[in-house]
């Protein structure tokens, strides 16, 4: 079972380039979630998919964009990225149920200069 | 708005006692977690109390809740250098949706 597998590990990226951070998952979780965590901030949520299709903004989506399509996937776009979105970002599924908490994804470290 | 805080650094002793603490805002909050991040990995979840209780105990952890506080902490028993790592902690707020407000995390970091 691989839970929640995100992909690529790292990247680089030019600013005003644009790219596609992915997520799958494999536990048929209704829920899904994309955070981005920085030194002294914790984790803060960018934008959560209640199912398929459906999808809504957290604390940061400015400069984001997401779709659920299915079930089991749930890209995060970036349209042109900025030095500001540095960061590691984090994808995460749950259940609807809260006492069986969030699967976090192994994390992408992007860095945009 | 919702706020969770932790102090950034803890160190101790192997084979001391770890005491993590946090404080949160929404008094309405269901669920608290204690997640646990290793180095290069994404967060796990450590343990969760229901808001109903005052305490939880699992093996070398013990979560305490004070409600009329809102403050939540984590021990660790018999601290281990493995037990070295990011701790979390984590309010549901969002109703069914269950959406999570996380801290700043806490380091903790065991001396052999």
């Known amino acids: 079972n691989a839970g929640v597998t995100q992909t690529p590990k790292f990247q680089v990226l030019k600013t005003g380039q644009s790219m596609t951070l992915q997520c799958a998952q494999d536990?048929?979780?209704?829920?899904m979630s994309w955070y981005r965590q920085d030194p002294g901030m914790g984790l803060r949520l960018i934008h959560y998919s209640v199912g398929a299709g459906i999808t809504d903004q957290g604390e940061v989506p400015n400069g984001y964009n997401v779709s659920r399509s299915t079930t089991e996937d749930f890209p995060l776009r970036l349209l042109s990225a900025a030095p500001s979105q540095t960061s590691v970002y984090f994808c995460a599924s749950h259940r609807a149920q809260a006492n069986y908490g969030y699967t976090f994804g192994s994390g992408t470290r992007l860095t945009v200069v | 708005g919702e706020d969770v805080e932790q102090s950034l650094f803890l160190s101790v002793r192997e084979g001391d006692s770890s005491v993590i603490n946090c404080t949160y805002t929404d008094s309405s909050s269901t669920y608290l977690y204690w997640y646990k991040q290793e180095p290069g990995a994404g967060l796990q979840l450590l343990t969760y109390i229901f808001s109903n209780m005052d305490m939880k105990q699992d093996q070398r952890l013990t979560v305490l809740l004070n409600k009329k506080d809102k403050h939540l902490s984590l021990r660790i028993a018999d601290t281990q250098t493995g037990d070295s790592a990011i701790y979390f902690c984590a309010e549901s707020y969002g109703g069914a949706t269950n959406k999570l407000i996380f801290g700043t995390g806490t380091l903790l970091a065991v001396q052999p």
């Open positions: 536990m048929n979780h209704e829920y």
